[in-house]
C-alpha cells in the first residue's frame, strides 16, 4: 500500500502545477492510483488527457507520455512508465 505521505506529496505537486485542469482520481485499488488531468468540459472518453500512476513503482504516466492523449475511461488498460 502507498504512504498517505507518498500521496500527499504526488497530488499537492499536481495541483501546483497545474490548477487550471479538471482533476479526476481514481483510487478504488489502493495499490495502483490513477489520477487524471484535463481542461474543463473534456468528456472522459476522450483522447484529451494526461493520466497517471502512483504505485509502488512511483509515479508514471499513460504510455510513457506526459501528453494530453490518453483516454481517462481506458486508465486501467495502459502502460506506465
Known amino acids: 500500500m502507498l ?3 507518498s500521496l500527499y506529496r504526488v497530488f499537492s505537486q499536481s495541483l501546483n502545477d497545474s490548477s487550471k485542469f479538471t482533476k ?4 478504488s485499488d489502493p495499490t495502483n492510483i ?3 488531468e484535463a481542461n474543463p468540459g473534456t468528456l472522459t472518453s ?4 494526461r493520466i497517471y500512476k ?4 512511483g509515479l508514471n ?4 507520455s506526459a501528453a494530453f492523449s490518453s483516454i481517462w475511461d481506458n486508465r486501467t488498460g495502459y502502460t506506465y512508465s
Request: a negative charge; proline letters at 0%; aromatic letters at 22%.
Open 34 to 36: 490513477y489520477i487524471g
Open 46 to 49: 476522450s483522447a484529451h488527457w
Open 61 to 64: 504516466f499513460a504510455s510513457g
Open 54 to 57: 502512483v504505485s509502488s513503482n
Open 24 to 27: 479526476l482520481w481514481d483510487d
Open 3 to 5: 504512504s498517505y505521505d
